[in-house]
């Protein structure tokens, strides 16, 4: 870790920043690293890992979104296309890939094809084009695609383009810039009060959840982009705060599969959703369901009958053989955030939610993973504006690591080349030049640069990286959120035991 645990926690409590970011999900990180590009001292506190909530259990989609489509919000579709699109040229070229979407119609389709393929159409429209033809292709075109696709009684298959990234990367990624730039970062650590003065917020009292240490931290500013914790951590601020979000879980199934795909399948259901089959990882992501949630988010998880309704949708258009329960690796599940109606927001687009509470602190929750950048760039400038001060930039930044895929893999392979492709090609993906840093961390030691386990690219100089520079203190956010050992279904007792003692040297 940079400094070290200790060290991270003295500084959260002799320090006086300017800002302190409660929540260090996608949103809280991106606060965090706009802030500190701004030149503001910042502190990020999370009460678990950094992205172990809501921003590591999404489709995992940069997406400008069809069903904004659907609802008539062309802004936000145009925006998040723009988005997408300098996510993948500038801002992190090795996390943001394109890819097509193919969409089976068939006759209990909820949507006509003709509809479907209007919809394409607009939405290439609002990307200017920029991606490849969007509209109706082939059974044959399909199939080529998705090997599994069921194309017997089908209408039409329709192809679209978006991206796919990996969103707790993208979160750790801002947290690296931010701490680049000076910022404190401390994952584990709750916000449990505020502090108050004449009525202004001006920091918090935040609990250590590992050690149990009591830090009071002195801040000018306070953002609150804790997720579907928003509405708690604004009553600290205000005890008679009302609901301003409603919470809805998402789940997700992570199966063997994928092999030979080229595209992910959309497969529209009945009442606006979606059924997503997404190549990952050299895996298969399917999901997601869409459940009212009123239960404590730190507590969501998938059950066995969100598996077997989310195997049942993919059924729709998938051979069953590709969706066989004994394929499933690993499940998870997310809560989404949805502005409640009449809260009392000073801007609530269709999906975000940003108010300034009495005593100052800026709450921020919803929105999208794809349009993190800018949410989180609008509530460091809301926050920093009555400091006055540096300002945050409007131009697109390359996060830590950004590089072309090609690039980073060539240079990985004439510095490393004895690492197998696979692993090679990995690192490259997650860490892009930021590759050369992990491999490092082995210290030139080969067992190290070893595989986790040996069905995964996943090596144990990760475990090194995330220990010592990305802020991973628990065999979970190595597993979880710094590797993808745990999404594969790897994280056997041996490898837990072999991460323990990695965390202990
Ligand atoms: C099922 C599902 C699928 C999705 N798919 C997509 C997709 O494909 N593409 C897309 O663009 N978007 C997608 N989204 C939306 C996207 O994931 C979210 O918009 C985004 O992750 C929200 O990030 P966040 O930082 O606001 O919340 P979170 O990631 O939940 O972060 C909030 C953080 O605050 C912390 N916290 C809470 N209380 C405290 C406290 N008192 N003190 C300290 N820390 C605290 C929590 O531990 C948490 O880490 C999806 C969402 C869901 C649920």
Redesign the pocket.
Known sequence: MRGGRDEQLERLASTSFDLLV???????SATAWCASLAGARVAI????DV?????S???????GGLRYLAMGDIGLVREAHHERRIHARTVAPHLVRPLEFVVPVGPESPTALWQVRAGVFLYGALARFADGRNGRISLAAARRRVPPLLTGGLRGTVLYHDHQTH?ARLALSALAGAADAGATVVPH????ALRMQGGAVSGAEVRDRLGGAAVSVAARAVVN?????VD??RRLEDPAAGTSVLLSK?A?AVLTGGAGWTAAVTTPLPGGRVSFAIPWEGMLLL??TDEPYDGDPAAVAASDADVAQILAEAGRSLAADVLDPALVRSRFA????LPAAGSSTIRARRETVVNRGRGGMVSV??????T?RLIGARAARLALAPLGGGSVPRRPVPLPGAGRLAAVERSLAEASPDLPVDVRAHLARHYGTRAAEVVAAAGGDPALLGRIHPDGPDIWAQAVYGRDREWAATVDDILRGRTTVALRGLDDERVRAEVERVLRR
């Open positions: 409660i929540g260090a999900g996608a949103i809280g506190v999370d009460r678990g992205a172990g909530a809501t921003s259990a999404s489709s995992k989609l940069m997406h969103d650590a709750e916000a449990v982009a804790s997720g579907p914790w708690a951590v998402g997700h999901g997601t997310g809560v989404r955030v929750a919803g929105g999208k993973l794809t993190w």
